[in-house]
């Protein structure tokens, strides 16, 4: 008895400003759009198209946080949880094909050059630019404990990294009416998508494949489970991560029969949770508690 497990997300805590940053994303993305097709900026049109791409992964994570949320049913044991990982994957897809779509247009802009407004591009590059930095400051906190935040939180750096370039650019046409200026930030802008969406597709596959949690070294867990007196050995050790922020670990710990008999199975459960909630970012540990010999009872059963 007293024995509880709180099933919670990073997300979730963060779903209000994760909105915010929503609206800032889709004005941004209408005033890029306007100005690129008004200046035949490309490179306005490739951050326009970023931002629609970013809009559409902040509503996805809004969406999984609202799933997830979702109590935990006799079908969906741990819930929903894993719908913020799903969306993140889905993130990465979308980044990497909009990545992709952008770096065409560039290299084709450079066999067809198009003249730019640099004036107009110059200020709605401004104004995106500030935006984006608005959202950043709104997702900073968030991205250190939520992959799906993350997610959001990269998209809008790659923005803000976008708007910069397309200021850049602008400035060059103005000034010098460069025509490859604009075509060049184009491509910075499908290029900088690439490497961290590629991190955050691996953080989210290790997920998926039910990998150790960062920070969790199973040798170093199996160290402290066998330090605690009474324990002889421990067997079926695993480790892995349902969604950002909920780490879980079960094993199956041999304990001698006469500290068992005396100690108890609750205090030897609370001595064991306490000891990897104390020296491990593991919460949620489920632990079978065996005397000597059952081991082989399990193998000998199981064939």
């Avoid at 075509?183 to 989210?204: C, E, N």
């Amino acid at each position: 008895m007293g024995h509880d497990h709180a099933h919670g997300t990073a997300t979730h805590a963060h779903r209000g400003r994760l909105r915010l940053a929503l609206v800032l994303t889709l004005a941004v993305m209408v005033v890029e759009i306007a100005g690129g097709l008004l200046s035949h900026s490309l490179a306005l049109i490739a951050d326009a198209a970023h931002m629609a791409t970013d809009a559409l992964g902040l509503g996805m994570a809004l969406l999984a946080v609202h799933v997830a949320a979702r109590p935990p049913s006799d079908t969906a044991t741990f819930g929903y949880a894993r719908a913020e990982i799903l969306a993140a994957l889905a993130n990465c897809l979308l980044l990497l094909g909009v990545g992709g779509y952008v770096v065409y247009e560039a290299v084709r802009r450079f066999m067809d050059p198009a003249q730019t407004d640099g004036s107009l591009a110059l200020v709605v590059g401004v104004v995106g630019l500030v935006a984006n930095c608005v959202s950043l400051g709104l997702l900073l906190r968030g991205q250190e404990e939520s992959l799906n935040v993350r997610g959001a939180f990269l998209e809008v750096m790659a923005d803000a990294l976008g708007s910069l370039a397309v200021i850049v650019s602008a400035l060059l046409v103005w000034l010098t009416g460069w025509p490859y200026a604009d075509t060049i930030a184009s491509l910075l802008i499908g290029l900088m998508i690439v490497p961290r969406t590629w991190r955050l597709l691996r953080d989210t596959l290790n997920v998926l494949l039910e990998a150790a949690p960062r920070g969790v070294d199973l040798a170093e867990v199996r160290a402290h489970i066998l330090g605690t007196p009474g324990v002889r050995a421990v067997h079926d050790l695993h480790a892995w991560t349902i969604t950002s922020g909920m780490p879980v670990l079960s094993a199956h710990v041999v304990v001698d029969s006469a500290v068992l008999d005396s100690v108890g199975h609750e205090k030897m459960l609370h001595e064991l949770q306490g000891c990897l909630g104390h020296h491990f970012d593991v919460e949620h540990c489920t632990f079978q508690l065996e005397p000597g010999g059952h081991a082989e009872h399990e193998a000998g059963s199981c064939l």
